[in-house]
């Protein structure tokens, strides 16, 4: 059954939490404390249920004006947290985090056969900036180039680049998971 709690508490109970819901808690509340920049707009969407005993998915857009209603978001994205206490061996650890991000590109972007790679490491990067620890890491990078004909010929093409990813991060502490879940990085 995947948890669905707020951070330190049993649902519909002030009795403390105990074990692994206590940790996912704890790991959850540091999570949800980051800072978000004004464009970022994030909503907690349902987990996946059958991947692990513990689960939360975070749903965003980049809206660049994002008081404005008439914006549309230049940018979409998921961001999952798993926990086992089993330690999953493909995960080589109790966690796992897994991302999807999809952006409007540059036209050029569809036809560069390095999109791929410098999507990659749009990731990597931005762990290895913040001094993060990680393995298992695995994930595809898709650039979607869309040209329209006939009666939709005067749209614009457009470009999407897509990364699905996940890692296991390495953490001395589970609070350490708000590191990886920093704006920038997801």
């Known amino acids: ?15 403390p939490l ?7 808690a704890a790991a959850l509340a540091a999570m949800r404390g980051v800072g978000l920049r004004p464009e970022l707009a994030i909503e907690e969407v349902p987990a996946p249920t059958r991947l692990a005993p513990h689960a939360v998915a975070i749903a965003g857009e980049v809206i660049p004006h994002h008081h404005d209603e008439d914006d549309d978001a230049i940018a979409t994205g998921r961001f999952v947290v798993l926990f086992d206490p089993e330690s999953p061996e493909p995960w080589e650890g109790q966690w796992r985090l897994v991302t999807y991000a999809k952006a409007n590109m540059e ?7 390095l999109a791929g790679e410098v999507g990659w490491s749009w990731l990597t990067e931005a762990l290895e900036e913040r001094g993060l620890s990680w393995a298992a890491e695995a994930g595809t990078v898709t650039a979607v180039s869309s040209q329209s004909f006939g009666a939709l010929a005067e749209r614009e093409s457009t470009v999407e680049l897509e990364i699905r990813a996940s890692w296991s991060p390495v953490m001395s502490k589970s609070t350490e998971l708000a590191d990886h879940s920093k704006p920038g990085l997801i």
């Open 1 to 15: 059954m995947v948890s669905r709690i707020s951070p330190g508490k049993n649902q519909g109970t002030d009795t």
């Open 18 to 24: 105990a074990g692994d819901a206590a940790v996912f």
């Open 107 to 113: 036209p050029e972007v569809g036809a560069d056969p």
